[in-house]
């Protein structure tokens, strides 16, 4: 009786380590290319397998496992309180709750979740970059000078994070220079992007110093303590709006920092002060580039010499269609205002305006050196555009 006791014991272990091993390694995933991804979450209990013991690496992700997943990476506690309608008696409503509570995941306008329903790509992205904390205007560096995807418009609503997501190694495009921003996100690829991510960590704190020669920077955490990152070769920088060395750092700055599984700082962005490299920066983007920055600057200074050329004659055929001789032209562009007086400034001024679509104002005040007033004229631009773009989506409604 004893024997055939210990020989029912030995096959209900033997069921269980063989269970217990199909489990953890499921057939379908044996030589994927997203193995080693979709192992190290299964072990971590983050993502899971079907009841069938299957993983389904190349079938595509429903928003409820991928926010169960994310939810799981971040460690939050399930929460059982929200007004979606539609996830009441669905397993993965706890952690949905609790990504809806931190502002990583949003329902639909009529209350529902649509759990069932699969993600994009570019939805992945943006719940990836939402947890990071990335879509607060102050702790994103301005990307208008990376390049884009080719199907990927700079206005396109996910732009923005694909792009940091793609510095951030979170995701790469295709060989031919696509990201396909509406396939459809495979359970694998999700596993990629998931393990990555759950390397990062997210740090807010005030610049104590920097060390350009060590490339390391110091921060003064929120709870008072001093802090040494080293910063990574690939690091992306940025100050306000601009991407800068850490020796425009200024002490006063508050700063926001991701760092790697090594505790390197892969992105670090700083805040602060407004100088005047930051004014001709945000006229020079008002411009879309077109004037460059330090342009900006010149034609503050009267160096005309200092634009480029091809906006010089664009400049000098606006002038001469208004009417002026060739002979007054040059004297405008060589800004001989004795010959000219001041209808001469008011010309270039709206031929400069006219051409780069800045506004008539604010050319003026750059040539005249008033920083202040461009401040001031930038911010009401800002808030020009901000309602122009709400009611064209007819955000107002």
Excluded at 19 to 44: F, V
Excluded at 227 to 234: A, H, K, N
Excluded at 371 to 391: G, N, P
């Amino acid at each position: 009786m004893k024997k055939i006791a210990t020989l029912f014991l030995l096959s209900v272990v033997l069921v269980f380590v063989i269970t217990s091993t199909t489990l953890a390694n499921p057939s379908d995933i044996k030589g994927h290319w997203a193995e080693d991804y979709i192992t190290s979450l299964l072990d971590q209990n983050i993502m899971k397998v079907y009841d069938d013991g299957k993983f389904k690496p190349n079938q595509p992700i429903t928003r409820a496992e991928f926010a169960e997943a994310l939810a799981r990476s971040l460690y939050l506690d399930q929460m059982y309180t929200t007004e979606l309608t539609d996830i009441d008696s669905h397993p993965a409503r706890g952690y949905i709750a609790a990504l809806v509570n931190e502002g990583i995941v949003t329902g639909f306008p009529d209350k529902t979740f649509r759990p069932e329903e699969k993600l994009t790509r570019a939805q992945v992205v943006t719940m990836l970059i939402r947890a990071l904390g990335l879509e607060e205007k102050q702790n994103q560096i301005n990307m208008s000078h990376f390049q884009s995807y080719l199907d990927m418009s700079e206005d396109h609503w996910a732009n923005i994070y694909v792009k940091l997501a793609t510095e951030l190694d979170i995701l790469n495009g295709y060989p031919d220079g696509t990201f396909r921003p509406n396939e459809l996100t495979t359970r694998a690829q999700a596993a990629k992007m998931l393990k990555i991510f759950k390397n990062y960590k997210t740090m807010t704190g005030f610049v104590a110093e920097v060390y350009p020669a060590s490339n390391k920077l110091a921060i003064t955490s929120l709870n008072g303590e001093r802090i040494v990152l080293s910063l990574s070769d690939t690091a992306l920088i940025g100050r306000n709006n601009r991407l800068v060395p850490i020796t425009e750092f200024l002490k006063t700055d508050r700063v926001f920092i991701i760092t790697d599984e090594s505790n390197q700082a892969r992105y670090v962005k700083a805040y602060g002060l407004i100088t005047k490299a930051d004014l001709t920066e945000k006229v020079s983007q008002m411009t879309d580039y077109i004037l460059e920055p330090f342009e900006v600057e010149a034609i503050a200074k009267g160096d005309f010499n200092a634009i480029k050329p091809k906006l010089i004659n664009q400049i000098r055929t606006r002038l001469l269609d208004s009417g002026l001789t060739p002979d007054e032209v040059e004297a405008i562009l060589n800004t001989d205002w004795n010959t000219l007086e001041e209808y001469g400034k008011i010309r270039l001024s709206e031929a400069i305006s006219l051409e780069t679509g800045l506004p008539l104002d604010m050319v003026k005040a750059i040539m005249e050196q008033d920083w202040e007033k461009v401040k001031a004229l930038a911010k009401v631009e800002v808030i020009h555009r901000l309602v122009q773009e709400m009611m064209r989506y007819d955000l107002l409604s």
